[in-house]
């Protein structure tokens, strides 16, 4: 059963930052894995999705990378802003029918102005 | 585009009621997904399915039914609730066949079991 586990689970910083937040997961063989934003009481934003077959990938002030052999992805997000705040969630997709998700416990973010 | 829509977005419900959650997405996707999230425990897959008339179990199945009566809508039903179904559930979509087609999720339905 995979499992994940996201680092740190709070994060407290003053704007224009550049900030890493780590994900590892137990079973490396998975499809694709994707980064979620989540405000509170709202729904999941879809951030950046990473193939299996890619090392990064990168959208705005966000990179995200993925080494699958350690079990490892990082999002690395550039010259924080207040906006950032949120709780940021990283899934691994299952290799099998359905590609499910399986979430970490999600790293819940502050920037300070 | 709508995405992904839930109904209702809030509901109290007693223990022993029974209820429907509606989940209806206007991008054609084959695949569709409940999950539920709960304080400590995250996001966890509850069922999904494949295309029309086709469900499967998730990780936490118990105490639901689904039905995928129709491509564009996906239905989760609590027979009859209990204070453990207490949470948030999502719904989510995405094409399938496609290795850069991402999940997308819609808003979320608070629901209280009491």
């Known amino acids: 059963k995979q499992e994940v586990t996201q680092i740190p689970a709070a994060l407290s910083v003053p704007e224009g930052e550049n900030l890493v937040l780590n994900c590892s997961f137990t079973?490396?063989?998975?499809?694709?894995l994707q980064w979620f934003r989540q405000d509170p009481g709202k729904g999941l934003t879809s951030l950046l999705l990473?193939?299996?077959?890619?090392r990064e990938q990168t959208s705005g002030r966000l990179n995200a990378s993925l080494d699958k052999s350690s079990g490892r992805s990082t999002l690395y997000i550039a010259a924080s802003q207040p906006g950032d705040s949120a709780t940021y969630l990283c899934?691994?997709?299952?290799?099998?029918?359905?590609?499910?998700?399986?979430f970490g416990g999600g790293t819940r973010l502050m920037v300070k102005p | 585009n709508a995405g992904v829509t839930q109904t209702p977005k809030f509901r109290v419900l007693k223990t022993g009621q029974s209820m429907t959650l509606l989940c209806a997405q206007d991008m054609n996707h084959e695949y569709m997904y409940w999950y539920r999230q709960d304080p400590g425990m995250g996001l966890r897959l509850i069922h999904y399915?494949?295309?029309?008339?086709?469900?499967a179990k998730g990780e936490v199945p118990d105490g639901y039914n689904v039905s995928r009566l129709k491509k564009q809508n996906f239905l989760l039903g609590l027979e009859s609730a209990a204070p453990s179904q207490t949470s948030v559930y999502f719904c989510?979509?995405?094409?399938?066949?496609?290795?850069?087609?991402?999940?997308?999720f819609g808003p979320g339905t608070r629901l209280t079991v009491l």
């Open positions: 079973d490396s063989a998975i499809y694709n």
């Open positions: 399915s494949v295309g029309e008339g086709t469900t």
């Open positions: 990473i193939q299996s077959s890619q």
């Open positions: 989510a979509s995405r094409e399938s066949g496609r290795a850069r087609n991402e999940q997308f």
């Open positions: 899934a691994p997709w299952g290799n099998n029918a359905g590609n499910m998700l399986t």
